[in-house]
Every structure is written in C-alpha cells, then in structure tokens.
C-alpha cells in the first residue's frame, strides 16, 4: 500500500483542529462563581462577590452590573463595579469582591486576588439588593446609577444597552407579582427558588448553578439552609453535608456526591466519538479520492 503523505498531513490537522477546539471550549472564561448578598445578622463586612476563571486572567474592561427586579423600580440600574485595567484573577484564578477588610472564614486562600472597593463605592453602598435582581458581568460598561434600562417595565430590555457585551448573567426572584428577571434574555438564568428569598448564589459542576438560604453567625462559616436551596430550573436538591461558603477560595460540592454525574467520562466519551468520526469521514475521502 502506498503511503500518502498529503493525507496523513490533512489527517493530522483535521485531528489538531478538534483537540484545539475541545481545548477552547473547555478553557475557563472569567465567571460569577460565588455570591453573598445577605448574610446573616447585619450585612455590612460579610457581603462578597466573586470571580473565577483563568490564572491571572485580566479584568481590564470588566464590570459588574445589578439590575433591579422589583416593582416600579424593574429595569434600573441599582448598583455596579468597574475593575481597574490592573486587576486581574489570583493566580488560583479567583477574585474576591468585598465591601470592607472585615475578616471572612473561611479565609480567603492566598493565592486569591481580594479587592475592597474603594470609596465613594457603587456596589456596595447601602448593602447589596436582596429581592428580585439580575446580576450581570459586561465588557466596557458606559451607564449610570438609575438608568432605566426597561422604560415601559414590560419585561424585555431597551435595544440599547450600556456594554458592549455580555459575558456572564444570573437572575433570580423573590415571589413578587410584577417583578422582572432579564437573565436568560441576556443569555443566563433566571431563578424562580420556589418560596424563598436567597440569600447565596453558588455556581456549580456541569454548568449547574444554585441559590440557597444561609445559616451562620459572625463572620461565618455559611452553610445552607437544606430546606431552601433550589438549582438554576428551580429545583430544590439534596445538600450535601459538608457544603459551605468559601469566600476566595475553591467552591465545595453543593449536592450529595450520589446526585452529581461525573464530566470527565462524558468528555471522553465525546471525544472518543469525534475522533471516530473523523477517522471515518477521513477513510470514505480516501475511498472517493477526495483527499
């Protein structure tokens, strides 16, 4: 059999596209992983918001934006944060949002960037909102505290927007009538938890998210609730005993080990998969001489 050099090269290259492509697909966008927006007791020193993705992944051009749900107020902007062009993720790849210096526990691991937002502060001031509210993390963010970005509160957000783009959205309500959620029009989540008001958002395995009631006291530790903690379809679930809030620091299981599937043998499978069919389709060219 003669050995063609031409298609072992198309061969290789078609096999290199899909590893790269399985690669940046799996690669670690920066993300909202981890929220506390009502702790127990008084707010002020507990609240964090809190990124992750890549290590040392630049912020440059990042904000965080909330939008208000409840109400005559649906549609505003109620609260924001524009990082600096140095922030960057902690070369664990986390970032942790805070209103003070107050001390958290668990603490933070060290190798997790922890910014206090300066004053005169547009996130934290007054607390951060604990009703119907849409969190939002946006490319190059021009608006302003109250703008109204729903004019006629008819649910559906104005054609122009403040951002350039949207990179992450979660949105959750608090039972109200006429409240309005703008996560999944914005290509997130919207959250019904199904008779209660969270307290935490956590982001989990397999593109699951959770919000969740909090127990604790002082500066933490904060556990859930495990009568009021649903998934992103509104589901309650079953919590695992040891989940706790890990403010800069890498997220615990949420659910019971036996309620969480295991990714990396469905990725293998996948891969197995598109390799197979490559092989194939690579096979049927050299029969019909295409390649």
């Not at 990179?167 to 608090?174: H, L, M, R, S, Y």
């Amino acid at each position: 059999m003669k050995f063609r050099k031409d298609i072992f090269i198309k061969k290789s290259k078609i096999l290199t596209l899909l590893y790269v492509i399985i690669f940046v697909s799996n690669a670690r966008a920066v993300s909202i992983n981890e929220i506390l927006i009502n702790a127990p007791g008084a707010d002020n020193g507990k609240e964090f918001i809190e990124l992750s993705g890549a290590a040392g992944e630049s912020l440059n051009g990042l904000s965080i934006v909330l939008i208000e749900g409840d109400g005559n107020s649906a549609g505003k902007i109620d609260r924001y944060h524009t990082f600096d062009s140095t922030d960057t993720l902690g070369d664990n790849g986390l970032l942790l949002l805070r209103d003070t210096t107050a001390v958290l526990n668990p603490i933070p691991e060290p190798a997790t960037t922890v910014i206090v937002e300066p004053e005169p502060q547009t996130l934290f001031t007054n607390d951060l909102e604990n009703g119907t509210i849409t969190f939002l993390l946006v490319k190059d963010f021009f608006g302003a505290l109250g703008d109204d970005l729903d004019t006629n509160n008819d649910g559906v957000l104005d054609a122009l927007l403040p951002w350039t783009s949207v990179i992450e959205t979660i949105a959750w309500v608090d039972g109200g009538a006429n409240d309005l959620a703008y996560g999944s029009q914005l290509g997130g989540v919207d959250i019904d938890p199904n008779g209660f008001i969270p307290d935490a958002y956590v982001s989990g395995m397999n593109g699951n998210a959770y919000v969740m009631d909090v127990h604790g006291a002082g500066q933490g530790p904060y556990t859930a609730n495990p009568n009021n903690i649903s998934n992103h379809l509104g589901v309650t679930v079953s919590l695992d005993p040891n989940f706790m809030l890990t403010p800069g620091g890498t997220n615990r299981s949420v659910i019971k080990p036996s309620s969480i599937s295991e990714p990396s043998a469905l990725i293998l499978a996948l891969i197995g998969l598109a390799v197979g069919f490559i092989n194939k389709a690579v096979k049927i060219c050299q029969n019909y001489k295409i390649i």
